[in-house]
């Protein structure tokens, strides 16, 4: 990894063993960074107050070697990332005011994109895991993740059948508390369905009825107009002698006609006025039947407004035209058919969810009975790694129990409370020594037992679920004396199957890292490119030597150191 402008760290490379890689240095100067950075580029959260005071930004970059059908590298093809020559690039960049950016061999991605490939790539483990571990959630989630397919495919039956249940359940619920609200709706439903067939309204009734009662109340006027354009059009035939439109068109077309052949413009003119005098008698024909057509009976007028008002009614209250209370009433049936139904949606739903209770009972019992058997492994397992981490008479148990609930499902012959994952409520326990009562590891582990209990764990994890790296930040805070040197010994039987990186104080644990890397402030405060080196030889005796006593040049912390080292090489 590159890292620039990260909290203390100004410009430092970190280059990780494949094996197991031990950080070490003062406190305060600046080893957690390099969790935080790894952090960045799996997609962690990016907080603006990590950026270096004065930059503008702090970057991280990283190159993870891995197979190219790796599920990583798949999922990162799948984005349009590539690899480089069996690595992956990869980049995040957070800005001093909060944006965030990430890129993936070479392409921009969305950051969720980093977490994905964080699945499959790393396990982060840190002061905050272990106290993560003391919750019997997350206790539940680790047996879970142990048992593999026993569990998670009846977990997922079960889950689906859970979330369905809410779903009945809660309209359940609905139909039956608002019962009277459904049954008022459909009261007024009905009322209304009645009123508008009771009119038997049709489509556009009341614009055709509005438009015959305009007509009808002015019939005398109208049908004066039509006589009179009638009379100018075709002529009064009570004044046979008077000039009508038709008689002059006519007139006009006969002085043109018998000189058209002298000229084609003029000729064409007189075919203009041909067809208008053809015009004028089809509009004097129409007019005359209009005004005998026209019906000026005062009770049609009457039937008309009568049947206006009822209409009216109607879209006084269901809409404003009548096409619109049409649609309202073709609406309202519907939604009376579905009120109108509700005894059998409730009976339906009533034995939907009587079948899908009985159907997570024994999905829960089979969630019961998988974890049951998971946790004999798993705390088998368990106490075996803790006797390997100097805890050799401790023992590891999970309590697997259910709450009895009169309103829950039936398990077991008992009814039991339930929830999205089951019905099992988890707890891991622990006696550190023959005689001692098992207690939750909340109550019964001290901080170094419980380190030791956290990596006991991972190791397990690391058998049955691996990753290629782990990464581990103080776990094994609270140890000392021959069980450091224990957990200094099963960090480094862990990276023979994966690469192990490991922030420590501790040298008994140091002293079995394959590298071990020193990360130094300078004298302004800041971590450099050189603040991040490699230790060999003299220099790592003399980190150690720090680490064991406080003095770099002790002779006795150095033969110590030494001596730490040896062991370490031999026991590998």
Same mark, same amino acid.
Request: avoid cysteine; glycine fraction near 10%.
């Given at each position: ?18 094996? =197991? ?16 950075? @790894? ?93 993560? @571990? ?11 993740? !142990? ?43 009905? =009322? ?97 039947? !209009? ?26 209250? !269901? ?192 002293? =079995? ?60």
């Amino acid at each position: 990894m590159r890292i620039r402008s990260l909290g203390v760290i100004d410009d430092a490379v970190v280059e990780l063993s494949p094996g =197991f890689t031990a950080v070490t240095g003062e406190t305060g100067a600046g080893k957690t960074m390099v969790v935080t950075s @790894l952090g960045l580029l799996l997609g962690g959260r990016a907080d603006p107050a990590l950026v270096r005071i004065g930059a503008k930004a702090a970057v991280v970059e990283g190159r993870l070697v891995m197979r190219p059908d790796a599920p990583a590298a798949v999922r990162a093809g799948e984005a349009g990332a590539e690899l480089d020559e069996g690595a992956l690039l990869i980049s995040r960049t957070v800005s001093a005011e909060g944006r965030s950016r990430a890129h993936v061999g070479g392409r921009s991605v969305p950051v969720g994109l980093l977490a994905e490939l964080a699945d499959d790539l790393v396990a982060v483990h840190g002061q905050t895991d272990q106290q993560g @571990l003391l919750r019997p959630a997350r206790q539940r989630q680790a047996l879970d993740r !142990y048992a593999g397919d026993s569990v998670s495919v009846p977990l997922e039956k079960y889950a689906g059948a859970y979330r369905r249940l809410r779903a009945v359940t809660s309209e359940l619920d609905t139909l039956t508390t608002r019962a009277r609200e459904r049954a008022q709706e459909a009261d007024l439903l009905r =009322f209304g369905l009645d009123e508008v067939a009771a009119v038997e309204p049709l489509p556009g009734e009341d614009a055709e009825l509005a438009a015959e009662a305009e007509r009808l109340r002015h019939a005398e006027s109208l049908a004066s107009a039509a006589q009179a354009a009638h009379a100018a059009l075709a002529g009064d035939v009570e004044d046979p002698e008077g000039v009508d439109a038709n008689t002059l068109v006519a007139g006009a077309h006969r002085a043109l006609e018998s000189v058209r052949s002298h000229d084609p413009a003029l000729g064409a003119l007189a075919d203009r006025i041909g067809e208008l005098g053809i015009l004028l008698a089809d509009v004097a024909g129409e007019l005359a039947g !209009y005004a005998d057509d026209l019906d000026a009976d005062p009770l049609r007028l009457a039937a008309v407004e009568e049947r206006r008002a009822a209409l009216t009614q109607l879209t006084r209250k !269901y809409g404003d035209s009548i096409d619109s209370v049409l649609d309202w009433a073709q609406k309202g049936s519907a939604r009376l058919l579905e009120l109108d139904g509700d005894d059998e949606r409730i009976a339906g739903l009533t034995a939907e969810r009587d079948a899908l209770r009985d159907e997570l009972s024994v999905l829960a019992q089979a969630l019961t009975d998988a974890r049951t058997e998971a946790a004999e492994r798993f705390a088998s397992a368990v106490t075996a790694e803790l006797a390997s981490l100097a805890m050799p008479h401790a023992r590891v148990t999970i309590d697997i129990r259910q709450t009895e609930d009169p309103e829950g499902v039936e398990v077991g012959g008992r009814a039991v409370a339930y929830g999205p994952t089951g019905t099992d409520e988890v707890e891991l326990l622990l006696a550190p020594h023959p005689g001692a009562q098992p207690r939750p590891i909340a109550k019964g582990a001290s901080g170094g037992e419980l380190s030791r209990v956290m990596l006991a764990v991972e190791v397990v994890f690391a058998g049955s679920d691996p990753v290629p790296t782990y990464l581990f930040d103080e776990v094994d805070a609270g140890v000392g004396g021959k069980a450091a040197v224990e957990v200094g010994r099963r960090l480094a039987k862990l990276a023979k199957s994966a690469q192990v990186v490991v922030v420590t104080h501790l040298p008994q644990v140091a002293a =079995f890292a394959d590298r071990q890397l020193l990360v130094e402030k300078t004298v302004d405060g800041s971590v450099t490119r050189s603040g991040v080196t490699v230790l060999e030889g003299e220099d790592r005796i003399r980190e150690l030597s720090r680490m064991l006593a406080g003095q770099e040049d002790s002779q006795t912390a150095r033969a110590h150191a030494e001596e730490l080292l040896e062991a370490a090489r031999a026991d590998a």
